[in-house]
Each structure stands twice: as structure tokens, then as C-alpha cells.
């Protein structure tokens, strides 16, 4: 089992720049792909970016990518999404999530943090 903890959100002005945070509990860590995904106000949790346990796959969905930097530190056992040229747009709760493969699909994702808030003003 994996415990996920989310934290760098706040208020950025846009244009700024954020990096989010996901320390994960266990021994297990790098077997594990994980993945970054967000959830505005009234809308579905949509995927963000993600990255395989042995660091050499990510993938990043169409509205960050160029933006936005996933990566992961093993040894600490921690995820981060480095968020650039932030918009309104991407004002949204953020959640890391694990999965036995890299995948753009939430429901392939077993354990999940609580999520970080973001918030992007105009």
C-alpha cells in the first residue's frame, strides 16, 4: 500500500510559476508509475502528466505540456510537477496518484493523495 502527500499549491499570479510536491510512503516506491492529475470546479479530474517508475517515460497532456515538468527523486521517495506560464485555466485541486503502469487514465491509478489547491489569478 502507498500513502501519497500533495503540497506546493497556492495563489500564483498568471504567468508565474509553481512546483508541486507528492511525498509517498513505502519501500515500494520505484516499482510504482505515478501521475499528476487536477480537478476545477464543476469538472472532471482530468490527467495532467505522468511518469514511469524508472524515470525514461512520461507523457503530459495536451493543455501543460511545454509548461510543465514531471519527475521523481526515488531516493526521497517524491514525485514533482514543475508548473510554468501558469493560466487562470489551470486553477484546479492536484492530485498524485500510483499505478503499476504509466498511464493517462485515472481509473488505472490505485492509491491517491487528498490533493493540493491552485490557484492562478488573472
Known amino acids: 500500500q502507498v500513502q501519497l502527500a500533495e503540497s506546493g499549491g497556492g495563489l500564483v499570479q498568471a504567468g508565474g510559476s509553481l512546483r508541486l510536491s507528492c511525498a509517498a510512503s513505502?519501500?515500494?516506491?520505484?516499482?510504482?508509475?505515478m501521475g499528476w492529475f487536477r480537478q476545477a470546479p464543476g469538472k472532471e479530474r482530468e490527467f495532467v502528466a505522468a511518469?514511469?517508475?524508472?524515470?525514461?517515460?512520461?507523457v503530459y497532456a495536451a493543455s501543460v505540456k511545454g509548461r510543465s515538468t514531471i519527475s521523481r527523486d526515488n531516493a526521497k521517495n517524491t514525485v514533482y510537477l514543475q508548473m510554468s506560464s501558469l493560466k487562470p485555466e489551470d486553477t484546479a485541486v492536484y492530485y498524485c496518484?500510483?499505478?503499476?503502469?504509466?498511464?493517462?487514465?485515472?481509473?488505472?491509478?490505485?492509491?491517491w493523495g487528498q490533493g493540493t489547491q491552485v490557484t492562478v489569478s488573472s
Open positions: 513505502g519501500r515500494t516506491f520505484s516499482t510504482y508509475a
Open positions: 496518484a500510483a499505478a503499476y503502469g504509466i498511464s493517462m487514465s485515472g481509473r488505472d491509478y490505485a492509491y
Open positions: 511518469i514511469s517508475g524508472g524515470y525514461s517515460n512520461t
